[in-house]
């Protein structure tokens, strides 16, 4: 019998689990330096927050407790992250909105922002679909507003064939914490839907969409934050 969408949910929420528990993909650095680009620019001033790709908002939700929060929006194609999400949020004393969405449909939809977190959810589009995805958080972030982007990064002058098995092997060699039929099944995720681009090309996107580079945090070759602001 198949499992229904919530059991495979919280099967592949388990692994998640693992995965951010080891620091496998250097979230404790990256919320680190989002909560450092947060504060630089808007230090005491109440934000209004787009969490694109929210999940359950475990590791956001610690950086959030640290700033005045205007109002949060999270967003997520899974009914069963956004009820995680609603509780590991529940702190907050502003307005919340959970849209159970896909992120570029939501982000057509928002209202003005301030931030844009995007963690670990950008690479699942293609190359232009990035594109389009600057183009529309330019329009809805306000004059200042930054877009936070977290996420896995090609190296310049590798293809997506060898990203995909440099990427597996590194999840083979340092995931140790994950039993092998877990980290077979991220490699296989890996292989059919993570289509990251070099920092060149995010970078060019996000300037002709109107967006300009603030900074750069790499923790690894292929973890970054990167952090863009609409002038």
């Known amino acids: 019998m198949k ?3 919530a059991i495979q949910f919280f099967h592949v ?3 998640y689990g693992k995965v951010v528990s080891g620091n496998y993909m250097f979230h404790r650095q990256l919320g680190e330096a989002v909560s450092a680009a947060i504060r630089l620019r808007f230090a005491d001033q109440a934000i209004r927050i787009l969490d694109l790709g929210c999940g359950d908002a475990a590791t956001f939700a610690p950086i959030l407790q640290e700033f005045s929060i205007e109002s949060y929006l999270g967003v997520d194609l899974s009914a069963a992250a956004l009820e995680l999400a609603k509780k590991n949020l529940s702190f907050l004393k502003c307005p919340t909105q959970f849209q159970q969405a896909d992120f570029m449909s939501a982000l057509e939809r928002s209202p003005q922002q301030d931030v844009i977190y995007i963690s ?3 690479h ?3 190359t232009f679909e990035k594109a389009e995805f600057f183009r529309q958080a330019v329009k809805i972030l306000n004059p200042g507003g930054l877009v936070l982007f977290v996420d896995v990064v090609r190296e310049e002058e590798q293809d997506l064939k060898k990203y995909h098995q440099n990427y597996c092997d ?3 060699k340092t995931m140790i914490n994950l039993d092998k039929d877990e980290r077979d099944a991220i490699c296989a995720h890996i292989s059919g ?4 681009d070099p920092h060149s090309v995010l970078n060019m996107q996000a300037s002709e969409a109107g967006l300009k580079l603030v900074s750069t945090f790499i923790p690894q070759k292929w973890h ?3 952090v863009f602001e609409r002038p």
């Open 120 to 122: 670990f959810a950008l």
């Open 13 to 15: 929420w388990d692994t």
């Open 170 to 172: 590194f999840v083979q």
């Open 3 to 5: 499992d229904n969408p």
């Open 124 to 126: 699942h589009l293609k």
């Open 193 to 196: 839907n993570d289509f990251p």
């Open 224 to 226: 970054q934050l990167i």
